[in-house]
């Protein structure tokens, strides 16, 4: 695991990603790692030896990221490896179902914001906003306003792209989601409007699964 010792940004990218293939084993990522919504206690990782250096990570979204714990899951597979050098404290709050604009109004992530100096704030917004244009105004704007808060101090925004519903779905076939279409619409759609979003925010898009 020597990109693990070597870089920290592309870390969470490659974590994120092995971590949300859990979703494809449910039974055995339920038994490892049960689902909890909220606000999580906050997890370190462990190193061999004294860490060299540290990574502070909060994770603000729904069940695309609570779902098999996949912050807990980013902490264990850091503290996997034995010449890892780099200690992860994370934290997520999280809710099913829940809009970046209902997590700001509940308050509880940005109390977790301010709550200590993070060097990065993965954002998970709700699975379908990119497929409507009313949404995709929504999240510019909720958006806009948690990067306002994750930056002042220092921090960078990381967006979690979700991943698409499989051919088959009813999501293509039940008239109430016909917006979906297809499975490749619905890639192109999430590809273009995440990164359009992490452009304006000057934030970095974070393809997961």
Request: neutral net charge; without cysteine; charged residues 15%.
């Amino acid at each position: 695991m020597e990109w693990l010792r070597n870089h920290k940004l592309p870390v969470l990218g490659i974590v994120l990603l092995a971590a949300a293939i859990s979703w494809i084993n449910w039974p055995a990522a339920d038994a490892a790692y049960p689902s909890r919504e909220g606000v999580s206690p906050v997890m370190v990782s462990t190193t061999a030896a004294a860490p060299q250096y540290a990574l502070h990570i909060l994770f603000i979204g729904n069940s695309f990221t609570f779902y098999h714990a996949i912050p807990k899951q980013l902490v264990d597979i850091a503290s996997s490896d034995p010449g890892n050098p780099t200690q992860f404290t994370v934290q997520s709050v999280t809710l099913a179902g829940i809009t970046l604009k209902e997590l700001w109004n509940d308050g509880k992530a940005a109390a977790a914001i301010r709550s200590r100096r993070w060097d990065y704030v993965v954002l998970q917004e709700v699975s379908s906003w990119a497929l409507m244009p009313q949404w995709v105004l929504q999240t510019m704007d909720y958006g806009k306003r948690f990067n306002t808060l994750i930056t002042q101090d220092g921090a960078r925004t990381l967006l979690y792209m979700t991943w698409v519903n499989k051919p088959g779905s009813h999501w293509y076939t039940d008239p109430e989601f016909s917006y979906a279409r297809n499975p490749d619409y619905m890639l192109r759609t999430f590809i273009t409007q995440t990164y359009r979003l992490a452009d304006k925010l000057g934030a970095m898009p974070v393809d997961v699964g």
